[in-house]
């Protein structure tokens, strides 16, 4: 007998499971916003350099009201190659003579300029403040914005790895809850950080908790569910949700502290509820030696399902006789290190790494270049949300058809082929065919890392199913990392990055083909039934008849 079993004993898909998902999806709703926060928070908007003569309120002696705003910022601020006003730089002493000159005629080269030694005025059009405004991480300081958004991956990166390990150590609940409530505490305290390093090290302690809870969700939500590709896919939903609340809050509210409070302090509603919604894994439990305690777990979901018989005939023996097979094997003690000692396991991790990096590389690409589509960023936040909402249904459709290899593949293909073609349109004239095939892009890459992530949680086994999902995790932020480094070789060629993000995509085939076919077979609770698989499904007891439904 299987634990798939056991799950049917108490209830596969009843009340319980539904109230579990609702609140894991409500969570990873607000959760999921946090990875994208740096849009809008870290916005920056249009800039220029402070000047006396234009800015100064207390000067009104020196003969320039007569002169119109456009007039004093056209003496005061040189242009650029656009002829717009420069950004970093002003004129060292007034150019009067400029108003007596066409504004495209006449050499201006020769006229001293300097930095913006006394600060720089913002356009409060769109985002009345921001951490680039309140800190001037403008012109010189301009790369310490994309410092925040790779600190925050790298500790995303280091967090899925040593949550992950946590988790199957001491279990999911308690895992999940700490995680909601460090980085509830991390978002919110970054509003009275008084320097941009102590914003940066907060934020750091926040990515360390997001993957972990995001992971750790579905980790739940799969073992205590029959019909895991249906329910993983309905919380991958969640993401899109996510990103359309953030288009939709930043919208509505243009000062970066209170967009932060309001997404930040809900996560300590959802921690002190975690308490009580939230239901250890039986699973786990089992197979991590506490039976007595698994045990207890699954009568609880057997009341709340209405499963009124189910917990007398729930006993420790009745356990013990069905399962002793896979528990004795569970309790042999399991090391990170056996995933690479044991050659098939070994060949899975490797492979669903180059993957997992494969569209998370893509994804980021193509979402970190949100503003190269147009000015209305909070409009292409929600666009980009409800294509990746749309993208996960798709998911769901193919993966009925095509099994989840195929898929993949045709997934992989897809976005690489889309990225390659848009990297040689021209932006100024082919601007909307360029944003449909980016939209089509993220589509893509969307769809296929829902497919990849129900795939990497059937392959897995349940007693190290959260450290795999945090190498997973350590892989996707890997990717996430490179993507913007990628961009760097822009200066050498500005097709360059989009082709290597094509060609990363159409290449991550070959490791697909090394993992195995997971529709339709129970999940591998040991490593010994990862070692026991062959190509056809896993052989299930000759007196057990174990229901899979087809997805």
């Known amino acids: 007998m299987s634990f798939e079993v056991l799950l049917e004993h108490v209830g596969a898909l009843g009340r319980f499971q539904i109230l579990q998902l609702v609140f894991l999806y409500i969570t990873c709703i607000i959760s999921y916003t946090h990875i994208l926060l740096e849009n809008f928070t870290a916005a920056t908007p249009e800039h220029r350099c402070w000047v006396h ?3 100064n309120d207390t000067v ?3 003969g320039t ?3 119109s705003q456009q007039d004093l910022l056209r003496i005061s601020i040189p242009l650029d190659s656009n002829l717009r006003p420069e950004r970093c730089r002003r004129f060292v002493h007034p150019q009067w003579q400029l108003l007596q000159m066409n504004k495209t005629s006449g050499n201006v080269s020769e006229a001293e300029t300097e930095p913006c030694v006394d600060g720089w005025v913002y356009d409060k059009t769109y985002f009345h403040s921001t951490i680039v405004t309140k800190w001037d991480l403008v012109c010189e300081y301009q790369s310490s914005r994309s ?5 925050y991956m790298i500790g995303s990166l280091l967090g899925g790895l040593v949550f992950g390990y946590l988790s199957d150590r001491f279990g999911r609940k308690s895992i999940f809850t700490w995680c909601l409530f460090q980085m509830a505490v991390s978002d919110t305290c970054v509003v009275f950080a008084p320097t941009f390093f102590v914003y940066c090290a907060l934020r750091f302690l926040a990515g360390l908790s997001i993957m972990a809870i995001l992971s750790t969700a579905f980790a739940l939500i799969i073992e205590w569910t029959r019909s895991q590709s249906q329910v993983v896919i309905a919380l991958f939903t969640a993401y899109g949700m996510g990103q359309m609340l953030l288009g939709g809050l930043a919208f509505s509210f243009h000062n970066w502290i ?6 930040s302090i809900p996560l300590l509603v959802c921690c002190l509820f975690s308490r009580l919604l939230v239901v250890e894994s039986a699973r786990w439990l089992i197979f991590s030696n506490q039976l007595e305690k698994g045990l207890e777990e699954l009568r609880r979901v057997a009341r709340i399902n209405g499963k009124k018989n189910a917990g007398e005939t729930l006993t420790i023996e009745f356990v013990k006789s069905s399962l002793q097979e896979d528990i004795d094997e569970a309790k042999k003690k399991t090391s990170v290190f056996q995933l690479f000692y044991i050659p098939k396991l070994r060949m899975r991790i490797c492979c669903m790494c180059s ?3 494969a569209f998370s590389m893509n994804f980021f690409g193509l979402i970190l270049n949100l503003q190269k589509l147009g000015s209305n960023i909070f409009l292409f936040q929600i666009l980009f949300g409800l294509v990746t909402l749309i993208s996960r249904f798709l998911a769901y459709w193919v993966l009925n058809y095509l099994g989840r290899k195929q898929s993949e593949i045709l997934f992989l293909v897809l976005a690489g082929l889309l990225i390659l073609v848009n990297t040689f349109l021209s932006p100024e004239t082919q601007q909307t065919l360029r944003m449909t095939l980016a939209t089509l892009g993220i589509s893509a890459v969307t769809a296929g890392a829902t497919v990849f992530s129900v795939h990497s949680l059937e392959f897995s086994p349940t007693i ?11 892989s996707s932020r890997l990717g996430g990392v490179m993507a913007p480094l990628f961009m760097i070789l822009a200066v050498y060629s500005p097709h360059l990055p989009w082709i290597l993000y094509g060609a990363i995509s159409i290449l991550s085939v070959v490791p697909v083909l090394g993992l195995p076919e997971t529709g339709n077979r129970p999940l591998p609770n040991t490593i010994q039934d990862v070692e026991n698989e062959t190509n056809s499904s896993r ?6 008849s174990v229901k899979i439904t087809r997805f």
């Open 53 to 55: 003569v234009l800015d």
């Open 60 to 62: 009104s002696d020196n």
């Open 65 to 67: 009201g007569i002169l």
């Open 147 to 151: 410092v925040v958004q790779v600190v």
């Open 258 to 263: 209170t967009l932060q409070l309001i997404l």
């Open 355 to 357: 993957v997992r990096m």
């Open 464 to 474: 190290l199913r959260s450290t795999i999902g945090g190498i997973s995790t350590f």
């Open 539 to 544: 052989k299930i007891k000759d007196n057990t």
